[in-house]
């Protein structure tokens, strides 16, 4: 027997000038791609906060089906994030606007920094929620009532619903439709779009370890060019201090000063990020980058990295790899 296909979900997605365009697309082509007995699930809309036309950050333009004057209401709000939102009119258009669809929605979700939108509303007062990792600790000062979890790729704590940055949208929207129509339709959707359904790990596996500008002065500029060069080699506090001539005590004080870590956090660094290199270029051995980095065992070396990224460095390579050496 062929049992009907239940009702269509409604999806209200807020679009406003300067908007991140993937954040938009992303989970709109996410849950427009869910299919329960071969009809699709959702009825995914796209409203305009300053009229039906919008532009995004990179000048995509984009035509609303309605605007926030003629929305109604739906099953679930989707507000993006983008640069528009650091405009505070269209922040405040945005939060009125989604405060006052939180009574009749069954959820609201924020992707990206479309958490502030949510947080100017009020909806994220004494919740658990996360953002684009770049822009935590702002809206931590802006919005000292929200627990904030930096590295986390999506968060659910009631009915609201936040993202990290950008793709993560995808992620949210792969959660939502595992949450209203099981994982079978989830999954079909992530394949389609070739991402995982669960995403190991957090954001911290996708932000570089080293991006901070390096604030060393000179003592300390070759001993840094040293360490990156060499990052196998026994870069222990004593060994360190030695080759600038410092005793221990000062030289890690001026170290952690300047570099704004310590010599060892900093030398865990580069190895783990040389051995993100390697596994993502080369096809060896995992015991061979753990010996050639200096971890001591491979052991010692899937612990220190699934503690920083969240994920085995097999499992890292099995996603990053880009090409095979020979």
Not at 10 to 19: M, T, Y
Request: glycine share 8%; aromatic share 8%.
């Amino acid at each position: 027997m062929n049992w009907p296909a239940p009702p269509k979900l409604s999806v209200q997605i807020l679009g406003f000038d300067g908007v991140q365009a993937l954040d938009v697309v992303g989970p709109l082509e996410a849950l427009a791609s869910v299919h329960v007995a071969g009809r699709p699930a959702y009825e995914v809309r796209l409203v305009g906060l300053q009229g039906r036309r919008f532009s995004s950050e990179t000048g995509i333009v984009f035509e609303a089906e309605s605007d926030v004057s003629e929305s109604g209401t739906a099953d679930t709000i989707i507000v993006p994030g983008g640069s528009g939102l650091r405009n505070p009119d269209i922040l405040n258009a945005a939060s009125r606007w989604v405060l006052a669809q939180a009574p009749n929605a069954r959820r609201i979700v924020s992707v990206c920094t479309g958490a502030y939108a949510l947080a100017a509303a009020g909806l994220l007062d004494g919740r658990r929620a996360t953002t684009h990792w770049r822009f935590v600790a702002d809206l931590a000062q802006r919005y000292p009532s929200i627990d904030l979890d930096p590295d986390a790729i999506f968060i659910k704590d009631g009915p609201i619903y936040t993202s990290a940055g950008i793709t993560a949208g995808i992620d949210l929207a792969l959660a939502l439709a595992e949450e209203d129509f099981g994982p079978s339709a989830a999954l079909e959707v992530a394949r389609e779009m070739v991402v995982f359904l669960k995403r190991p790990g957090g954001q911290a596996q996708f932000s570089q370890p080293l991006s901070m500008q390096m604030r060393s002065g000179d003592r300390f500029s070759d001993l840094i060019a040293w360490m990156a060069a060499n990052p196998g080699a026994d870069q222990c506090v004593e060994v360190l201090a030695a080759k600038v001539s410092m005793s221990v005590r000062t030289f890690s004080r001026r170290f952690k000063g300047q570099v704004g870590r310590s010599p060892a956090r900093y030398a865990e660094d580069l190895r783990l990020d040389a051995s993100r290199a390697r596994l993502e270029r080369r096809h060896e051995p995992i015991g061979v980058i753990a010996a050639d980095l200096g971890f001591g065992s491979d052991d010692a070396f899937a612990r220190v990295f699934s503690r920083r990224f969240g994920v085995r460095p097999s499992d890292y390579r099995d996603r990053f790899q880009t090409k095979v050496e020979t």
